[in-house]
């Protein structure tokens, strides 16, 4: 199917972007990758009468570290400049091991970390991230800045907090509290699906303590589910046996699963059991092969 007709404006800069949005009084979208955005117009679920492009805005395609450990991402920031980035690989884990299952090497290309956290998809895997990071989304408007806790920002399926004349120009992940640890495992289908039920988890470690633990879902509820508080059983104690059964059970219940063509409900709440003792058993095994 082809999209509904719609004007075409590409920016270049934030404030232009901002008050081409204002002025549609949101009857406009923002594209980034389009990795989303297109398949949803050419399927009409989407027939917005304006295209707000930012990708001729310069400055949006960095991540970088700052010297206290915060992460910044840029609005342009690829999927795959995150699977392929040193910084990542050394410092964040659970992205790290996220950017390899994400989507499938084409659409890894072209595809925003931002523009996914946008996108609010409940089997999308950055938001999931973000969430278990304690990540924030800076965004930027008519009445310029302000930051969204991503605990706040997911909605609903496909909603977000950002208002129509808004523009998020950055994701931020607050540094680890101790040595950053954690991993992400995703079940899916083929290479290139979505989740059938993935898991994010983050630690913050202090020797073999955990100082902060944080955990999001993607697939297994109507949205990202935000399950910090079930891992939170974890904070203050070691990663025993005892310990990391009490956390994978404590976040199997904060899933919301549905039966479907994937598969029953039953199976992914098993499968998110599974993912949770999986990635706590390797930080511990990890951690007791460095001590
Ligand atoms: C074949 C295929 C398989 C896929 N598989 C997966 C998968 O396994 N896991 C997964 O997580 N995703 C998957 N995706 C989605 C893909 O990762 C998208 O790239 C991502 O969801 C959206 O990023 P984008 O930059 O392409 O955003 P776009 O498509 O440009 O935009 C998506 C939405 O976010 C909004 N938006 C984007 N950027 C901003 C911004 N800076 N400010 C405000 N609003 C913004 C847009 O208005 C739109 O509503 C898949 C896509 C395809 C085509």
Not at 150 to 179: C, H, Q, S, W
């Amino acid at each position: 199917m082809y999209p509904s007709r719609f004007a075409y404006d590409a920016p270049a800069s934030v404030g232009e972007a901002v008050a081409i949005l204002d002025r549609s009084g949101g009857e406009a979208k923002v594209m980034a990758g389009g990795q989303s955005l297109i398949p949803m117009l050419k399927l009409r679920f989407a027939s917005p009468e304006r295209i707000v492009d930012i990708n001729n805005i310069p400055g949006l395609d960095y991540h970088r570290l700052d010297a206290d450990g915060t992460l910044h991402i840029g609005a342009l920031c690829r999927h795959e400049d995150l699977e392929f980035s040193e910084v990542i690989a050394q410092s964040h884990p659970t992205l790290y091991a996220a950017a390899a299952v994400v989507a499938d090497p084409i659409v890894r290309t072209r595809g925003t970390f931002v523009g996914s956290v946008c996108h609010a998809d409940p089997q999308g895997d950055w938001a999931a991230t973000m969430i278990a990071l304690d990540g924030r989304i800076v965004a930027v408007g008519p009445n310029g800045r302000r930051e969204i806790p991503m605990r706040d920002f997911v909605l609903g399926p496909f909603t977000n907090a950002l208002a129509y004349n808004e523009i998020a120009v950055e994701a931020v992940i607050p540094p680890a509290k101790g040595k950053a640890r954690g991993g992400y495992l995703k079940l899916e289908r083929r290479i290139g699906d979505f989740a059938t039920a993935s898991v994010a988890v983050a630690l913050d470690m202090d020797g073999d303590v955990v100082r902060r633990a944080g955990c999001a879902l993607a697939g297994v509820g109507g949205k990202t589910i935000d399950a910090n508080q079930a891992i939170s059983v974890l904070n203050g104690k070691a990663l025993t046996p005892d310990n990391i059964e009490a956390a994978a059970d404590a976040v199997a219940a904060a899933a919301d699963p549905r039966t479907d063509h994937r598969g029953s409900a039953a199976y992914k709440r098993q499968i998110v059991k599974t993912f949770v003792t999986r990635i706590l058993d390797n930080v511990a095994r990890t951690e007791q092969k460095a001590a």
